[in-house]
């Protein structure tokens, strides 16, 4: 095993962080024992959105107030979650946000990733049509 990444349980209304667990593919570890227990101590399953993991010098992303569990992955595996982790482009997130327009749904998800990404407040507001207000309460939230 080449590094180690951190699992974590993303807390309830919490800005997506890292990758979903299910985004990055089969992991080794994810059928090991100790995950296997920590996912059950939780009650949480692997697939769940909120079961996240960044790798190895990432650990600055995860919430304070978030259950943790270091991870082995091979060299292969770590490419795989640090390529899922890596940030969408400013361009890309705000194409996403330019097609909101067409739709209403997840929005306040959508808000929290295009904050993550950087962008401000009013030029999401701007490309989405929303109203500031409701962008700032998707924050609180």
Request: with cysteine; hydrophobic share 45%.
């Amino acid at each position: 095993m080449a590094d180690e990444a951190l699992l974590f349980v993303l807390p309830e209304r919490h800005p997506r962080l890292g990758a979903a667990l299910s985004a990055v593919g089969e992991l080794e570890c994810s059928q090991s024992p100790a995950v296997l227990g920590w996912l059950g101590a939780h009650g949480i399953p692997a697939s769940s959105e909120r079961v996240r993991i960044v790798p190895a010098g990432a650990e600055v992303l995860v919430p304070e107030d978030a259950e943790r569990l270091p991870v082995p992955l091979s060299e292969e595996e770590t490419l795989r979650v640090e390529h899922v982790c890596a940030p969408e482009s400013v361009t890309d997130m705000e194409s996403e946000l330019i097609g909101f327009r067409d739709t209403t749904q997840d929005w306040r998800s959508l808000v929290h990733r295009a904050l993550t990404a950087g962008i401000p407040a009013p030029r999401i507001a701007q490309l989405t049509g929303l109203d500031p207000r409701d962008i700032v309460q998707a924050v609180d939230d």
